[in-house]
């Protein structure tokens, strides 16, 4: 297992090797778990190991197929993403007839079609012709967030394999280890993943997402110390951007969190460590009552937009429901 190219999930790797080795295999796989949690990663390593030149299970990583596919270079291997928010009809007929031919180099040909919840309807009752009627030389493996997104006769056609966080130290040790990271950043970039190795590597990787992590916390400021119409003028703009709603909220919830375990003595536990001060001053400021509202309300909020209500209005209301700063 030494040699599958994935930090953590141990279960999940001795799995998809067993099946490997016992010739158990099915010809489609559903990877579930939250964002950046790693499943396009394990996606990728499960294909390493089914085309290794070696062949016994375990992606030696050195042949040259592992070294093409980890350069995402290797023909056999495509990636179906969503184009404009949404897997489109065409992408799924583009993969019917590629999956009609045989493979170019490999034993077979392996189709990583991330977060499949995005497919349009048309687009997922097309994908269920290729399940239904696999080639043999074909295997599917999806990925998905919100498995009840799904459709339930897609879900019934694939081996269910789900992914969940991380334990923080086994992210902080991967970060100072295999990236090269302080370990007090990498404590709290590890706090601030919430078990998301994918997250806290770009964070580390990209300044442009630690800024952007520092634009939202300041918003939320200056939200709750503006008036009603600043308050609406705010929801009106990030409105416009739904991509990220939920990673803003999910942000959102854990600072109103770091405030009340400040407010219920347990300040060892926080996540943002790095504005422990702001959040000390902000346990004064609010009342454990109004800071258990918030969180509330910022998590209902969340569920509310997963549900696809609306986005504005759903903002507008909370927005508005915040407490007042001073």
């Given at each position: 297992?030494?040699g599958?190219?994935?930090?953590?999930?141990?279960?999940?790797?001795d799995?998809?090797?067993?099946?490997?080795?016992?010739?158990?295999?099915s010809?489609?796989?559903?990877?579930?778990?939250?964002?950046?949690?790693?499943?396009t990663?394990?996606?990728?390593?499960?294909?390493?190991?089914?085309?290794?030149?070696?062949?016994?299970?375990?992606?030696?990583?050195?042949?040259?197929?592992?070294?093409?596919?980890?350069?995402?270079?290797?023909?056999?291997?495509?990636?179906v993403?969503?184009?404009k928010?949404t897997?489109q009809?065409?992408?799924?007929?583009?993969?019917?007839?590629?999956?009609?031919?045989?493979?170019?180099?490999?034993?077979?040909?392996i189709?990583?079609?991330?977060?499949?919840?995005?497919?349009?309807?048309p687009?997922?009752?097309?994908?269920?012709k290729?399940?239904?009627?696999?080639?043999?030389?074909?295997?599917?493996?999806?990925?998905?967030?919100?498995r009840?997104?799904?459709?339930p006769?897609?879900?019934?056609?694939?081996?269910?394999?789900?992914l969940?966080?991380?334990?923080?130290?086994?992210?902080?040790?991967a970060?100072?280890?295999?990236?090269?990271?302080?370990?007090?950043?990498?404590?709290?970039?590890?706090?601030?993943?919430?078990?998301?190795?994918?997250?806290a590597?770009?964070?580390?990787?990209?300044p442009?997402?630690?800024?952007?992590?520092a634009?939202?916390l300041?918003?939320?400021?200056?939200?709750?110390?503006?008036?009603?119409?600043?308050?609406?003028?705010?929801?009106?703009?990030?409105?416009?951007?739904?991509?990220?709603?939920?990673?803003?909220?999910?942000?959102?919830?854990?600072?109103?969190r770091?405030?009340?375990?400040i407010?219920?003595?347990?300040?060892?536990?926080?996540?943002?460590?790095d504005?422990?001060?702001?959040?000390?001053?902000?346990?004064e400021?609010?009342?454990?009552?109004?800071?258990?509202?918030?969180?509330?309300?910022?998590?209902?909020?969340?569920?509310?937009i997963?549900?696809?209500?609306?986005?504005?209005?759903?903002?507008?209301?909370?927005?508005?429901?915040?407490?007042v700063?001073?």
């Amino acid at each position: 297992m030494a040699g599958w190219p994935v930090v953590g999930h141990e279960w999940a790797v001795d799995l998809l090797e067993r099946a490997i080795l016992g010739d158990r295999l099915s010809h489609a796989y559903l990877l579930t778990g939250p964002v950046q949690v790693g499943k396009t990663t394990l996606a990728r390593a499960f294909a390493q190991a089914l085309l290794c030149e070696v062949g016994n299970g375990v992606p030696c990583g050195a042949c040259r197929t592992c070294q093409r596919l980890a350069a995402a270079r290797y023909p056999d291997v495509q990636f179906v993403m969503a184009e404009k928010n949404t897997i489109q009809i065409e992408q799924v007929r583009a993969l019917q007839s590629d999956s009609a031919l045989s493979p170019l180099e490999g034993r077979r040909k392996i189709f990583i079609i991330r977060e499949i919840e995005r497919a349009t309807p048309p687009a997922a009752n097309a994908l269920l012709k290729t399940l239904e009627e696999p080639s043999p030389h074909v295997m599917l493996l999806l990925t998905c967030v919100r498995r009840n997104q799904v459709l339930p006769t897609i879900l019934s056609r694939c081996q269910v394999v789900g992914l969940r966080p991380l334990p923080l130290d086994q992210i902080q040790a991967a970060l100072v280890e295999r990236w090269g990271v302080e370990p007090e950043r990498a404590a709290l970039l590890a706090r601030l993943s919430a078990g998301r190795l994918g997250w806290a590597v770009r964070a580390h990787t990209q300044p442009g997402l630690w800024e952007e992590r520092a634009q939202r916390l300041d918003e939320l400021q200056a939200v709750t110390g503006g008036g009603r119409m600043a308050r609406l003028s705010f929801s009106e703009q990030i409105s416009r951007q739904p991509e990220t709603l939920e990673q803003v909220l999910g942000l959102w919830a854990t600072w109103w969190r770091d405030i009340l375990l400040i407010q219920h003595g347990t300040p060892g536990s926080i996540v943002n460590l790095d504005r422990r001060a702001q959040l000390v001053e902000q346990a004064e400021r609010y009342s454990p009552q109004q800071v258990e509202g918030a969180l509330q309300d910022v998590l209902q909020t969340a569920r509310r937009i997963r549900a696809n209500v609306n986005a504005r209005l759903a903002i507008d209301v909370l927005a508005l429901r915040l407490p007042v700063g001073t």
